[in-house]
């Protein structure tokens, strides 16, 4: 069997759930790579999937990732929308680069922990590790940070093989879009940086 008909085989398998969650988070990153608020909506009909999806996997360091973004999401409508005090995009200061660290580093301790003695996991600190930087990250998106996109590419990089590795090969194939987008994204976000420092500049 070539590895093409496999791929199409297993795309033909893929359960209709799983369509949908692919569907609906294909939507929120290219919303969000507009920078338009409206990502939000499509990312929480995706993850609420997903979390039952990656549960059933036993990928449950992912599966409370989803419920994370779940929470990120309703935050990010409201940071994205007040239109008292907007949130431009910008470059993270050296104190929120601190904090996504820290979010990463007290993350992958206590889920990697949890998974290795709580879970039958058979890949807890991979688990983990894609978790743990995808949360730094997200919390740098809902910042409208643009360092967001290269936290969460590095996420992404992990997480394909271990995807295809549990039987989710149409969603490894979409973390094979975010990274594409999430390149795409930086920069765009910073050609908008750029356009409103020289707004700023005149």
Same mark, same amino acid.
């Given at each position: 069997?070539?590895?093409i008909?496999?791929?199409?085989?297993?795309?033909?398998?893929?359960p209709? &759930?799983? &369509?949908?969650?692919?569907?609906?988070?294909?939507?929120?990153v290219?919303?969000? $790579?507009?920078?338009?608020?409206?990502?939000?909506?499509a990312?929480?009909l *995706?993850?609420?999937?997903?979390?039952w999806?990656?549960? %059933?996997?036993?990928?449950?360091a %992912?599966?409370?990732l989803n419920?994370?973004?779940?929470?990120? *999401?309703?935050?990010?409508?409201?940071? &994205?929308t007040?239109t008292?005090?907007p949130?431009?995009? *910008?470059?993270?200061?050296?104190?929120?680069?601190?904090?996504?660290?820290?979010i990463? #580093? #007290?993350s992958?301790?206590?889920?990697?922990?949890?998974? +290795?003695? $709580?879970?039958?996991?058979? #890949?807890?600190?991979?688990?983990?590790?894609?978790?743990?930087?995808?949360?730094?990250?997200?919390?740098?998106?809902? +910042?409208? +940070?643009? %360092?967001?996109?290269?936290? !969460?590419n #590095?996420?992404?990089?992990?997480?394909?093989? !271990?995807? $295809? *590795?549990k039987?989710? %090969?149409?969603?490894?194939?979409?973390?094979?879009?975010?990274?594409?987008?999430?390149?795409?994204?930086? &920069? +765009?976000?910073?050609?908008i940086?750029?356009?409103?420092?020289?707004?700023?500049?005149?």
């Amino acid at each position: 069997m070539s590895f093409i008909q496999h791929v199409l085989d297993q795309f033909i398998a893929t359960p209709f &759930w799983e &369509w949908i969650a692919f569907l609906f988070a294909l939507t929120q990153v290219f919303l969000a $790579y507009l920078n338009k608020p409206q990502n939000f909506y499509a990312g929480i009909l *995706s993850v609420v999937i997903y979390a039952w999806l990656f549960f %059933e996997a036993g990928l449950y360091a %992912e599966s409370l990732l989803n419920l994370y973004y779940l929470v990120i *999401s309703i935050t990010g409508i409201f940071i &994205w929308t007040r239109t008292s005090n907007p949130n431009p995009i *910008s470059y993270s200061t050296a104190k929120q680069l601190f904090i996504a660290f820290t979010i990463f #580093v #007290v993350s992958l301790g206590v889920i990697f922990y949890v998974l +290795k003695n $709580y879970t039958p996991s058979t #890949v807890p600190f991979q688990d983990a590790l894609v978790a743990s930087i995808a949360w730094s990250g997200s919390w740098l998106l809902m +910042k409208r +940070k643009i %360092e967001n996109w290269l936290v !969460l590419n #590095v996420s992404n990089l992990i997480a394909i093989p !271990l995807q $295809y *590795s549990k039987g989710l %090969e149409l969603t490894s194939l979409l973390t094979v879009v975010y990274f594409i987008m999430g390149i795409a994204g930086y &920069w +765009k976000w910073r050609k908008i940086i750029k356009a409103n420092s020289d707004v700023i500049a005149l």
